[in-house]
T-cell receptor
Framework: KQEVTQIPAALSVPEGENLVLNCSFTDSAIYNLQWFRQDPGKGLTSLLLIQSSQREQTSGRLNASLDKSSGRSTLYIAASQPGDSATYLCAVMAGSARQLTFGSGTQLTVLP | NAGVMQNPRHLVRRRGQEARLRCSPMKGHSHVYWYRQLPEEGLKFMVY????????ESGMPKERFSAEFPKEGPSILRIQQVVRGDSAAYFCASSLPGGTRMDNEQFFGPGTRLTVL
């Protein structure tokens, strides 16, 4: 059974810092990995999707990497801003099943 | 292009009543997924549907819960005889029907927050 873990559970940083969020998964036979952002009381916004054959994806100040063999992904946020404050969720899609298995998230607070 | 639509956004039911949650996928998406987020817990997969077919319901509770995605109209998640433990946020996601990288990306709606009194 696939399990996804995110560390740390919460993170508080001053504005302008670069930061890294971590995600690990137990079964390396994944199809893809998706990073989402969730604002309080809101839905999920897809940030980046990395296919299992890829090593990284970039979008603006965000860069996600994937090391499938070690079961790890990182989300790098450059020059953080208060508007980046949200919960960041990592989810993996395994094999032929299309269901996503989610981590419990990292709650990020960027202080002005 | 409107995103995934869910209604109602908030739903209050008393124990024993029925709850019906609706999801309209993004235009051109024919795959729908339902997830549940219990208080202080992560999102858990419930069911995966294509038009008129349930593909994977391995995450759906065996009793009181059902889902459908008819040929016309939105997908419906139905919870009969609700109990307090059903209080949660229910999210719907949709994706394109193909097998490419772009097709597997799931786009989420704003969720329906169900409160059972």
């Amino acid at each position: 059974k696939q399990e996804v873990t995110q560390i740390p559970a919460a993170l508080s940083v001053p504005e302008g810092e670069n930061l890294v969020l971590n995600c690990s998964f137990t079964d390396s036979a994944i199809y893809n990995l998706q990073w989402f952002r969730q604002d309080p009381g809101k839905g999920l916004t897809s940030l980046l999707l990395i296919q299992s054959s890829q090593r990284e994806q970039t979008s603006g100040r965000l860069n996600a990497s994937l090391d499938k063999s070690s079961g790890r992904s990182t989300l790098y946020i450059a020059a953080s801003q208060p508007g980046d404050s949200a919960t960041y969720l990592c989810a993996v899609m395994a094999g032929s099943a299309r269901q996503l298995t989610f981590g419990s998230g990292t709650q990020l607070t960027v202080l002005p | 292009n409107a995103g995934v639509m869910q209604n109602p956004r908030h739903l209050v039911r008393r124990r024993g009543q029925e709850a019906r949650l609706r999801c309209s996928p993004m235009k051109g998406h024919s795959h729908v997924y339902w997830y549940r987020q219990l208080p202080e817990e992560g999102l858990k997969f419930m069911v995966y549907l294509q038009k008129e077919n349930i593909i994977d319901e391995s995450g759906m509770p065996k009793e009181r819960f059902s889902a459908e995605f008819p040929k016309e109209g939105p997908s419906i998640l139905r919870i009969q005889q609700v109990v307090r433990g059903d209080s949660a946020a229910y999210f719907c996601a949709s994706s394109l029907p193909g097998g490419t990288r772009m097709d597997n990306e799931q786009f989420f709606g704003p969720g329906t927050r169900l409160t059972v009194l």
